[in-house]
């Protein structure tokens, strides 16, 4: 743990009390977003001292060029930025002459800002002593519409307290902006237009290199004591920004407020040469709605999503706010209501990565959007990358490969390989296995097979041919071996046979061979459209199998575990408990070639495997691989502790599932790995949940049926969930007594408790 500042509470996120040193940190904590846009928690007025200002439109990126000293073959030729977008949320004040800046203030006291969780808005409060002596309150509250997603509000007041004041509110358009990690210092954006009419103003612009248009717009609304009032604004512009100043003389004691709508109109969703139409027709409804009512439907919003996707917490309130943080974030970064988009692993939170899309989404992501929402959504995210197949055979090309054989990229944006590190673009390969799996997920649990003949078994095919040529025929082996790559675990790059590649590898080519025969049988059709479309022959489908069939795979008889890969007991093993507290995280202390050299795993590739396929391990194959594996385990990758909470509550050691579960849920909030300020961790947030559903919950399919395993931390009294499977919404809800199951929908469902076959009925409940 690296902070701990944030207030116990069961659905707001809470600071209190002005510390210039977490402002960076609260930045990415507050974070708000509704899915098509987003935004770090900086303040609306003026704030000189540390700060990291961020903006962000979903689907808009900047592909910045690729800066290494030399040029390798294949390279990518860009590195995609999460674009920082212009700012509309400016408010800058100034009282009696004085720019209110919380930096150069003589005194903030009463400082509070809350994320409230449930209704989905950000405020802060404050009583702030400027240099000229003259006190105030301040209060802000601002939210990014769930119905109305191009649009954000903002409610911002101003109290004189110790004296009448001349207060002036100058909301702002800015266009100026720019990343804060660039290779090149590269400008992003082209203005095109900076315009205004009566209250509104409008900054068109387009995106450098991949053209892509926006409209930043604004209109304010002035009042004193709650009252509206008519205040011509002074008005300046500059090539790239827009402002208007409302100057009002205000009595001591009397909240000088201004309302501010704003927001972003895309030509994703416009034509180019209407975005300011479109603005205007937000800004008329916004009007038309006002300010209160757009904050009560924000929170039927979030209230109808909370009523599916809560998870429920007695008696652990730091558990219980970790949770509903997390789920909060996921849901403000991606609600399915795009299949063009994807689940960044920052969101709208920082600009680290860059990209929108990792295999993150396929291992992490996917059973959280298929169980908390409609399985419609899940499969908007499959077909996203179906959508990239052919992009996905041009990366492979690239690389040498040939006959379809695809390559998904490690991070995309339109399905192009766009990171620029070389040991995770071109060895970090174990991501297609990570695809096919969600394919072969998504069925399992939604029953849905039609998505497979339709789009699936091409993804399928091509990830099958790139397994086939990417293996070698070892003669000293006698085996199939896969070499220089890097596994989850990106603490050992270059290495051979890394032991989940490897697996990953035998198991997608198995399962496209499974599924080529069912679709052969069932779906005719599609079956002589795949053949003839991708040119698939019997010959090739046999030099696959030869390849599946003797797939070489690490093992140690002396330890009686499978290998990360075949150098892993050449390292000096000495256990994490053994290094030096200070030395944490290593990453931040440790070059690059003594991590490479430690036997210090970032996130344990072994058990990941374990994961996917428990299935097909014993319970004594788990605990003697994770007691191996677990001690040389960092937990500096945040997608690690929620994989091992699972694995320690399936192997009953609760103690160490409750550790591992409050370390992922809690992983940004208390900041474990000293970078919090760069960002939050949206994807491994999904294995949150899953640390409670299947790890506590021990949900599984099995049997084209769930299953449960219910088990429950002794530090709650109890706790709750709900899953959608298959058009029937089932609670869950544990005690240290018993387990409880109550059914939405239609019909009957049997389900698996301990092994025992339960009947739930819709609307009765069951107690086991």
Not at 26 to 42: H, T, V, W
Not at 319 to 341: E, K, V, W
Not at 706 to 731: G, H
Request: some cysteine; proline content about 3%; hydrophobic content about 35%.
């Amino acid at each position: 743990m690296n902070q701990d500042y944030i207030k116990p509470d069961n659905w707001s996120i809470i600071e209190e009390g002005f510390q210039p040193q977490l402002v960076e940190s609260s930045e990415s904590l507050f974070s708000i977003g509704n899915g098509a846009m987003g935004q770090r928690a900086n303040f609306e007025e003026t704030y000189t001292g540390e700060t990291f200002q961020g903006s962000y439109i979903a689907g808009v990126y900047y592909p910045d060029k690729t800066r290494v000293g030399w040029w390798k073959n294949g390279y990518p030729e860009y590195f995609a930025k999460v674009l920082n977008a212009p700012n509309w949320i400016g408010i800058n004040v100034v009282v009696n002459g004085e720019s209110l800046d919380l930096n150069t203030c003589k005194k903030v006291e009463k400082f509070r800002r809350e994320l409230n969780m449930k209704e989905g808005w950000l405020s802060r409060s404050f009583v702030a002593t400027l240099q000229n002596n003259t006190t105030i309150e301040v209060t802000t509250k601002r939210f990014l519409s769930l119905d109305l997603d191009e649009l954000g509000a903002i409610k911002y007041s101003v109290t004189p307290i110790n004296t009448d004041a001349k207060i002036s509110f100058i909301p702002y358009l800015d266009n100026g902006i720019t990343n804060k990690d660039t290779n090149w210092d590269d400008k992003f954006w082209d203005v095109i237009r900076v315009s205004h009419e009566k209250q509104q103003a409008f900054i068109e612009a387009k995106t450098m290199k991949t053209d892509f248009y926006v409209c930043t717009y604004m209109e304010s609304q002035i009042s004193i004591n709650e009252q509206p009032i008519t205040v011509e604004p002074a008005v300046q512009t500059t090539l790239n920004y827009i402002s208007f100043e409302y100057e009002q003389d205000v009595n001591k004691g009397n909240p000088y407020t201004i309302t501010k709508f704003g927001g972003y109109t895309v030509d994703r969703n416009h034509d180019k040469t209407q975005l300011v139409s479109a603005a205007k027709n937000v800004l008329k409804e916004a009007f038309k709605l006002g300010y209160d009512t757009l904050l009560t439907k924000q929170k039927e919003a979030w209230a109808s999503i909370w009523e599916r996707a809560d998870i429920t917490i007695d008696g652990d309130v730091k558990a219980q706010q970790g949770i509903r943080f997390n789920i909060f974030q996921l849901n403000q970064t991606y609600l399915g209501t795009d299949s063009r988009l994807n689940i960044g692993p920052k969101g709208f939170t920082g600009e680290k990565y860059g990209g929108s899309t990792y295999w993150d989404t396929e291992a992490y992501c996917i059973p959280f959007y298929m169980a908390t929402k409609d399985q419609k959504v899940a499969r908007n995210l499959l077909a996203y990358r179906y959508n990239h197949l052919e992009k996905a055979i041009e990366n492979a090309e690239k690389l040498g490969f040939t006959n379809g054989a695809a390559l998904y990229p490690m991070v995309t944006m339109n399905g192009e390989e766009c990171h620029n590190e070389w040991e995770i673009t071109f060895e970090e390969i174990h991501r297609n296995g990570a695809i096919a799996f969600a394919i072969y997920n998504y069925h399992r649990y939604t029953g849905d097979y039609s998505y497979i003949p339709e789009k699936g078994l091409e993804v399928l095919i091509g990830i099958a041919r790139f397994w086939k040529q990417r293996a070698t025929f070892s003669k000293d082996k006698n085996k199939y071996v896969i070499l220089g790559v890097t596994g989850p675990n990106e603490y050992e790059n270059n290495v051979n046979n890394n032991w989940y590649t490897n697996y990953l590898a035998q198991w997608c080519i198995n399962y496209a061979l499974e599924n080529i025969e069912k679709v052969e049988e069932e779906y005719v059709l599609d079956f002589q459209r795949i053949v003839k479309k991708l040119n698939l022959t019997e010959k090739e489908l046999a030099l696959w199998k030869a390849v599946a069939d003797n797939m070489y795979f690490p093992y140690s008889e002396k330890h009686q575990v499978y290998l990360q890969q075949d150098g892993f007991l050449d390292k000096e093993l000495i256990t994490v408990s053994d290094l030096d507290k200070s030395q944490r995280p290593i990453n931040q202390h440790w070059s690059w070639d003594r991590i490479l050299r430690s036997p210090y795993i970032k996130q344990a590739d072994v058990l990941q495997g374990f994961y996917f396929f428990e299935d097909q391990f014993s319970d004594e194959e788990l605990e003697r691989h994770f007691d191996f594996y677990e001690p040389f385990t960092v937990h500096e990758s945040s997608l690690s502790p929620c994989v091992h909470s699972i694995q320690a509550a399936k192997l009953d050691r609760m103690e160490q599932a409750y550790t591992f579960y409050l370390r992922t849920s809690r992983l940004d909030l208390d900041d474990y790995n000293h970078e919090v300020h760069e960002g939050l961790h949206i994807t491994s947030m999904a294995g949150t949940w899953m640390s409670i559903v299947e790890g506590f919950g021990g949900m599984r399919v099995k049997n084209n049926m769930l299953s449960f395993t219910p088990r429950i931390p002794k530090q709650w009294k109890a706790y709750s969930f709900k899953v959608n499977f298959r058009e029937a919404i089932i609670k869950v809800n544990v005690t240290q007594n018993q387990t409880n199951f109550e059914m939405e929908g239609e019909h009957e469902l049997q389900i698996l408790v301990n092994n025992t076959l339960v009947t739930i009925k819709p609307n009765t409940l069951v107690m086991v």
